[in-house]
């Protein structure tokens, strides 16, 4: 039978955040009623809840859950110190960083009374204490942490070794020392050393945006000489290095990242990986303004997805060259692609290619005022779509328009999210509890007005706050990508 923790994990990878919420609040309560409130049972729930919140970006809801937890006595002692390392972390992620400090300190002393100096279980308090130290500017205090953490779980073999080494590299970054940000990697086991590339990604929202990029290109460096230029480790080094290049409006370095990448997949013959880093490349040239190196790139990728024979490719790389036919002024051409992109998506299987390129043509259309044929595309395009996927939210904002016989839809958006937010919640509700419950967007967020028809219970009143918190959790992120 499939873990309570299992099932809300699986909802939470679909992006289904209340689901997997609710997953978990059953399980607390089954808890509850089976072993009695503040039971091992109970905190073992409350930890697990938690845990699913926090990955929600709940995380003061989070926090409560790990406090519940850390509040019944120590019936398991390594359960006790997983929560309390948990409280530890979330505080982190909270920015409340003096409590964070002191509640790791605490579980830190806490584990070296129980598993000794010498043993991993006590790194492994060490490490996110070192992490907190160099967010306060601590540096010293944190390099001293951090070596003891690297010390220790490498003369015990450990493969955690790799996450301290990935926080190791951002201190000695912070010192400013000039020393080799990953000394000692030559000398890692092969998946040791690409397991390093995972714990540097994950540090990225955690670490100062440029001192991640240098971690990253220092790491790639390493890597090269280490695994290789044609290694699957530093291939993804690369694509990050690319990524944080756009993301720090370092255009250059994005473009020379996405080069080696592509040039390492044609010399390995990996022609679709191919396709996507020379897409990746052509979105870059576009971006730095230069609109004749972008549709030159995009003709290309077209060649080469004509060469591989998958429909669903053709159509992904027409659409992509259409929108940017259409922004460089070119709006036959554009529409040529744009057409071509649905007729090569329909030969697929690929509902998602198929829908998104439809939209695409959509509003093309609508811009080009041709409202009746915008109209029947953006129909077909939302046909295949989930109602939750951007293009659709963006689909859905200009049928709309078309509807009202407007050429444009494009500021619709926030509104179309905003009506999603609003069914997010009044289906999880009972029918009987909202009078009206009315969600606009204003400075980048949700706004909500909420009426009752009747007094709520308590337990009402807490499941209406956790279904907008979970509604916050799941459409916050589709709105940054539109401020």
Sequence with gaps: MTAPIDIAVSLMREGRFGDAEAVMQREVRAATVRHGHGSAAWASAQCDLGNILLNCDQIERAIECYRHATSVPAHDVKEHLTYRLNLGLALRLAGRLDDAEAELRRGAEDRRAFYGREHAGYAFGLEPLADVLLQRGNVREARDVIEEVVRNLWQNGHEHVASALALRAEVVHAAGTGEPLFHGVEQLPEDTAAQLVNEVLHRQGVADPAAHRAVLAALAAALQVRLGADHPATLNVLAALANAGRDLGDQSG??????????????????????????????????????????????????????????????????????????????????????????????????????????????????????????????????????????????????????????????????????????????????????????????????????????????????????????????????????
Aim: hydrophobic share 40%; net charge negative.
């Design 254 to 483: 994005r473009i020379d990242a996405i080069r080696q990448v592509l040039s390492s997949h044609d010399r390995q013959g990996r022609a679709e990986d191919a396709l996507s880093a020379e897409l990746g490349l052509a979105l870059a040239f576009n971006d730095t303004g230069d609109a004749k190196a972008a549709l030159r790139t995009y003709e290309s990728a077209y060649t080469r997805a004509q060469r591989i024979g998958r429909p669903e490719l053709t159509s992904l790389v027409l659409r992509n060259w259409g929108l940017a036919l259409s922004e460089a002024g070119q709006p036959a051409a554009a529409e040529r692609c744009l057409a071509d992109a649905v007729t090569e998506a329909h030969r697929g299987a690929d509902f998602e290619i198929l829908g998104r390129a439809g939209v695409a043509l959509g509003i093309f259309l609508q811009h080009q005022s041709r409202l009746e044929e915008a109209r029947k595309a953006l129909q077909d395009g939302l046909a295949a779509l989930a109602p939750v996927h951007p293009d659709a939210i963006a689909g859905r904002g200009h049928l709309g328009a078309v509807e009202e016989g407007r050429t444009c839809g494009c500021g619709d958006t926030p509104r179309v999210i905003a009506e999603a937010f609003r069914d997010f919640v009044t289906r999880r509700l009972p029918q009987d509890l909202l009078e009206r419950f009315d969600v606009t967007i204003a400075d980048g967020d949700f706004k909500m007005d909420v009426h009752l028809r009747r007094e709520p219970t308590q337990d009402e009143l807490e499941h209406l706050n956790g279904v907008v918190q979970s509604a916050l959790a799941e459409f916050r992120h589709r709105l940054k990508e539109q401020y």
